[in-house]
């Protein structure tokens, strides 16, 4: 689909890589964005930057009154963007309890799947596509983020199961893979980390251009997934040896 003149609703469009999504699609001509974030305050400097072109939608991705209301009111979207993502960076048996485990898969796995069924049906009438948030953590699992990389694992499964679903209806669905990207989420993480604004222009071009699968985002991601692709059991026994720090403790 083209992105000039299209009308786009972002999740998690307050910061990160929400906020590069809305610059870019800005940049690229979109006609109209809705920005959506738990808290509308955190959107107001958003707000003064975009212009009338954006419009401040008040929406917590876990609750399904509020995403029901949100599709009454972008009825007319036809790219839709689920970005809103949590991670708690732990062990699966070091972390103190499973709320976090809870809030990822609410968050990571839930929301794309209550949004993708609320938006399904405007997107079969005014044409477009889906983008998901994935990450190479969908494909190989990391121990010191063991219930992050399940909640992924999951959505990509989702993905995957939307879009042929979808196609029928002629509904693009792209699954953005990524690494570990200079975001407040993913400030604990190692270095060398890749900008939003290089994944959002990847994963932007991937829906201009027609594409329906997972695309991997950035230089960094597109190496990492060839080495996944070479030997997938080898780069996941390297990401084993990645333990959380509370199991270190514990030993």
Known sequence: MNIENSIVLVTGANRGIGRAYVSELLARGAAKIYVAARDTASLRELLKEGGPRLVPLPLDVTDPYQVAAAAAVASDVNLLISNAGYAAFDGAISAPDMDAAHREMEVNYF?????????????????????????????????????????????????RSLRAELAAQGTQLVGVLAVQTETAMGASLPEPRMTPQELVA???????????????AG????????????????????????????SANLI
């Open 219 to 246: 230089a960094q991601t597109k190496a990492i997934y060839e080495a996944f692709l070479a030997d997938p059991k080898g780069l996941q026994a390297k990401m084993a040896t990645r333990l959380p720090q509370r």
């Open 111 to 159: 929301a794309p799947l209550a949004l993708a069924r609320a938006f399904a049906p405007i997107l079969a009438k005014n044409g477009g596509a889906i983008v998901h948030m994935l990450s190479m953590l969908s494909l190989v699992s990391l121990p010191m983020a063991a219930t992050y990389s399940a909640s992924k694992a999951a959505a990509l499964s989702l993905t």
């Open 202 to 216: 990847d994963a932007l071009d991937a829906i201009q251009n027609g594409i329906s699968d997972e695309v991997a």
